[in-house]
């Protein structure tokens, strides 16, 4: 069930019980108890507007399905408390955390010092590769790291070139500020040197996008890539769970939970906080398809 899905049900189903509620209390309730009525109902309104049964998240879109997952289970185990996932990029959730429009900022790669010298602080929830991802009908299936960084700042241009068709090649990437480009620039080598074709805002524009081109190439995160294109592998190495925990897989980044370093969490944010970060979390971590950090 998506998250916008259970937060409506969540919505529906408070204002059916509130509503039933009223009718019988105006139905059995007397001027002696009025008063009392009038303030519980004060005291009611006043826990459901200060968020503290709300966990609001916001940031990286490739940990989409890890922060689903997490927060479907985490509401299922605790009544009464609401999750919510704003799919916005690493660099906006950094953003959001940072002005307070959030709980927790998720990120999918590490602070920058000077994010850090802001009163942010960063913790490892799991480990993800990043994929590198072409067509399905490109026969093309292993590339070296020195391949895809020749291909990403335009000094091979053609396909031929690697055992493919003579077509050019078409760069897809994401939009600066995400944190899955920020990982694949650093480890290529590439950062400010990329040929972008398109520079999308989703990894799962990406994904669409190289399923759709036959020549294109992109990448995306470990955790989000299914068989709507074929992820290469790097140096004969192919992203798994076991390669990119061993290290063998080198195109690989952080999942980061943002918080501020001087602010404390609400009850209920604190209460996921822990969860995430605990052995109960990692088999719904690695259902997810990322490599949880404890």
Do not use: H
Not at 76 to 86: A, C, H, L, P
């Amino acid at each position: 069930m998506k998250l916008r899905s259970i937060l409506g049900i969540t919505i529906c189903s408070a204002m059916v019980l509130s509503m039933a509620a009223c009718g019988e209390e105006a139905q059995t309730s007397t001027a002696d108890n009025g008063a009392a009525d009038t303030s519980a109902a004060a005291d009611n309104s006043a826990s459901a507007s200060d968020g503290s049964n709300t966990v609001a998240t916001d940031g990286s879109t490739s940990m989409e399905k890890v922060i689903g997952a997490l927060g479907e289970k985490f509401m299922n185990d605790n009544s009464g408390i609401t999750f919510t996932y704003n799919p916005t990029g690493s660099g906006s959730g950094i953003t959001a955390v940072s002005e307070g429009r959030c709980d927790i900022g998720l990120s999918s790669r590490a602070l920058k010092d000077e994010e850090k010298e802001k009163g942010l602080t960063e913790t490892l929830l799991a480990l993800d590769g990043i994929c590198v991802i072409v067509n399905n009908d490109n026969p093309v299936s292993d590339l070296s790291l020195g391949d895809i960084s020749k291909i990403y700042t335009g000094e091979i241009t053609n396909w031929n070139e690697l055992g493919g068709e003579d077509s050019e090649i078409v760069l897809i990437g994401r939009e600066a500020g995400s944190g899955t480009r920020d990982g694949f620039e650093s480890i290529t080598g590439t950062t400010d040197s990329c040929k972008y074709r398109q520079e999308l805002t989703s990894t799962g524009d990406v994904i669409t996008t190289v399923s759709q081109n036959p020549n294109a190439i992109g990448y995306a995160s470990l955790a989000s890539v299914s068989d709507t294109v074929k992820a290469v592998t790097v140096d004969g190495v192919a992203a798994s769970e076991e390669t990119v925990k061993d290290g063998t897989y080198v195109i690989q980044r952080p999942f980061m939970l943002i918080t501020k370093s001087d602010a404390k969490l609400t009850d209920a944010a604190q209460k996921f906080f822990d969860y995430a970060l605990s052995s109960d979390a990692n088999e719904v971590i690695s259902g997810a398809g990322a490599i949880p950090a404890n």
